[in-house]
Structures are given as structure tokens and as C-alpha cells.
């Protein structure tokens, strides 16, 4: 099973390779763009009987491995 | 309007970050996981009056700057 985590640093933390990226967007003429946050995306392919269960393994390697969760949130995507 | 673009190292191209991470879960337990891929998720805010210009806006800077097309996918995904 194909599952995604996403893991994006926390709001209130400064995201300098996302303000890199917006910079660059303006300089190519890309003005609507308003705001740009750089995360990870994990995707893990995971043996499991159902996703229930696959959900429940990515969470826990998000909490234990993927994501730092002083500076990070994360969110679990089914893929298929 | 929010916009995911994920990007990813292409099928035939080796991911170290990727191993790295599948060996460090394996070591911690989580031996059901069979694949790792590291990418990125750039989170996009883009001022557009529809999804459909928003997500056209989005191919083109993915395209442009966001991914590099010899080594990488992307997909475009809207959040809200």
C-alpha cells in the first residue's frame, strides 16, 4: 500500500527556502504567487492487510522517525 | 487557492535519501515498510480566480523552476 507523508515545518517557523522560491516565482514573472512553504513528501510502500493498518504504521513513523515535532507537522495521504 | 506540487526523483533514478531512510526504519522496527521515496511538497498560495487557472499557473512553474524534468516528476495537487 502507497501511503504519503508530508511533513511541513510549523506556521509560526521561518521557512527560508520557501521565501527562495518566491523570490525566484516574482523574478520569473510569476506575481500571483503569494505564498511558497517547502516540505518533504515520504511516500512509503507499506505491506500492510488494510489501510487502517497502513495509516496507523506511517503515523508512527512519522512521530517516530519522519517528522521533527518541535519545528514540524505532518499529514498522512493514502495513495492507493 | 492552495497548490501541492509534489515532486519526485524519477522510477530509474537511485534516491539515496530514500534508502537511508527504509535502512533507519528497518533498524527501529518497522519492517513491513518495502520502498522509501524522499521528494519534495511545495505548497503553493496562489491568487487565481479558479482552480483551473491555479493548477495551470502551477504546471508552469513546475515546470520552469520547481522540478528538474531529466531527473524528476511532479503532480499537482490542490489543497483548498
Known sequence: ????????LKAGVLDPQGKAVLHALHTLGFKEVEDVRVG?????????KDKEEAIKKAEEMA??????????????????
Open 40 to 48: 518533504k513528501q515520504i511516500l512509503l510502500n507499506i505491506n500492510a
Open 63 to 80: 512521530k517516530e522517525l519522519l517528522a521533527n515535532p518541535v519545528i514540524e507537522n505532518y499529514e498522512i495521504e493514502v495513495k492507493e
Open 1 to 8: 500500500m502507497k501511503i504519503a507523508v508530508n511533513v511541513h
